[in-house]
């Protein structure tokens, strides 16, 4: 068992190292440094050979998994507002121009205070799971009568098989070993969702 369990760990740290040389990570960390030197969003992006939606997007998720990696960059506090073009139509040089008043920025609004109530609550992730599909091979007529049964009680095959494999796991307990490797597995697994 130790041997399998080493072997096991020693795959957790090879996924980790995978998921920090990655290109996409690496490139992360370019797009950050050059932001960090006070080139602006379009400069860096343009000097490692990415798009704009490729900045927005990976400025979004470093602000929701890891904001510390921004400090020290302009996008640090920035937040991504959108802005309205101005609406200017051009004018020919023959018309003559009206005497136009001043542009003043709009006065800072009042920053709203917030209640004990508000400074106590805790913010949760979306905990709803995902769904996806999955399917395994079996006798058709198997299939069929399983269609049957799950449309007589009123649900569908899908519900009707979650159930059945639910049931099964919960009478079917891993063995201690087994459970190891489960985890290990599942702690892989989960790396692999992140880095995506």
Do not use: C
Request: hydrophobic letters at 30%; a negative charge.
């Amino acid at each position: 068992m130790g041997k399998l369990n080493m072997d096991l760990l020693k795959g957790v740290e090879d996924q980790e190292n995978v998921i920090e040389n990655s290109k996409a990570y690496q490139d992360e960390e370019k797009f950050l440094d050059l932001l960090k030197q006070g080139k602006n969003r379009k400069e860096a992006y343009e000097a490692i050979g990415r798009e704009k939606t490729w900045a927005s997007k990976t400025i979004k998720k470093i602000r929701e998994t890891a904001p510390d990696r921004l400090k020290g960059t302009s996008e640090e506090i920035k937040e991504e507002v959108p802005t309205e073009p101005i609406e200017n139509e051009p004018q020919s040089q023959n018309t003559p121009q009206a005497a136009q008043e001043p542009q003043t920025a709009p006065e800072p609004s009042q920053p709203i205070k917030s209640t004990p109530e508000e400074e106590n609550l805790v913010y949760v992730a979306n905990t709803k799971p995902q769904k996806q599909s999955f399917s395994f091979r079996a006798e058709q007529t198997k299939i069929e009568s399983w269609k049957l049964y799950a449309e007589t009680i009123g649900g569908d095959v899908g519900t009707l098989w979650t159930a059945a494999i639910d049931e099964y796991i919960a009478n079917h307990k891993l063995t201690e070993e087994q459970q190891v490797i489960y985890d290990l597995k599942k702690k892989i697994a989960e790396m692999q969702r992140k880095q995506k």
